[in-house]
């Protein structure tokens, strides 16, 4: 007899999105509500560097915040590789400790 996966999948997603927001909390304990110094320039270099590549120009929508050197990326593009540019690119940028990407993939199917 063949088991669900789909328990132990979400069970794995929950437990993940749980250790990235142990960080979140920990940076937020730290650094407060209005973030650390060069945070907010580090959200400045990334969407700058993201804005410079025009594959992920709308319809596709990434969102930036910093908390602690760390970039959160979020949002939607249409592919995979998308996702994975805008990762490479927010590492680039000076000050980037880590990068947590939670960027969805849109549906293009009919």
């Given amino acids: 007899m063949e088991r669900n996966p ?3 999948l979400t069970c794995a997603l929950t437990f993940a999105m749980l250790l990235s927001g ?3 909390v920990d940076g937020y304990r730290k650094c407060g509500a209005h973030g650390c110094s060069g945070d ?3 959200t ?3 969407e700058a560097l993201l804005s410079t590549h ?3 120009e709308p319809p596709n929508e990434v969102y930036v915040q910093t908390l602690d050197g760390v970039v959160y990326l979020s949002g939607q593009v249409a592919t995979d590789l998308q996702r994975s540019d805008a990762e490479l690119l927010a590492r680039e940028a000076p000050g980037v ?3 947590v990407d939670t960027i969805g993939l849109g549906y293009s199917g009919r």
Avoid: T, W
Wanted: aromatic residues 0%; proline residues 11%.
């Fill in 97 to 99: 400790h880590r990068v």
């Fill in 54 to 56: 025009p594959a992920l």
């Fill in 40 to 42: 907010a320039q580090i």
């Fill in 22 to 24: 142990c960080a979140a």
């Fill in 6 to 8: 789909m328990p132990r």
């Fill in 44 to 46: 400045s270099e990334v």
